[in-house]
């Protein structure tokens, strides 16, 4: 079994900045994809950004060149760094991993509240 846990959620003002991590631990060799999702209040969770085993990185068009995601494989981390942050980036924001190169999430996080509010 994978348990992720993640942390660095807040409140933070428009424009600016946040990083969330999201830690592995368990069978860690399970996993070849790790990502992050969102969810808003009355909407569908939604994928934000994604980076299998590599290089490869994947974002949802609505934070592509404000968000990075990247990955510690020493520390079997994640993150997401959030810049230029936005009232519509408000969301519970869960991390995943996935057996299978770009594939759908297997193992979540308990999520973490992101808010984006003057």
């Known amino acids: 079994q994978v348990q992720l846990v993640e942390s660095g959620g807040g409140l933070v003002q428009p424009g600016g900045s946040l990083t969330l991590s999201c830690a592995a631990s368990?069978?860690?060799?399970?996993?070849?994809?790790m990502g992050w999702y969102r969810q808003a209040p009355g909407k569908e969770r939604e994928l934000v950004a994604s980076?299998?085993?590599?290089?490869?990185?994947n974002y949802a068009d609505s934070v592509k060149g404000r968000f990075t995601i990247a990955r510690d494989n020493a520390k079997n981390t994640v993150y997401l760094q959030m810049n230029s942050l936005k009232p519509e980036d408000t969301a519970v924001y869960y991390c995943?991993?996935?057996?299978?190169?770009?594939?759908?999430?297997?193992?979540w996080g308990q999520g973490t509240q992101v808010t984006v509010s003057s």
């Open positions: 995943y991993g996935s057996k299978f190169f770009n594939g759908p999430p297997h193992y």
């Open positions: 368990g069978f860690i060799s399970g996993i070849n994809t």
């Open positions: 980076m299998p085993s590599g290089s490869i990185r």
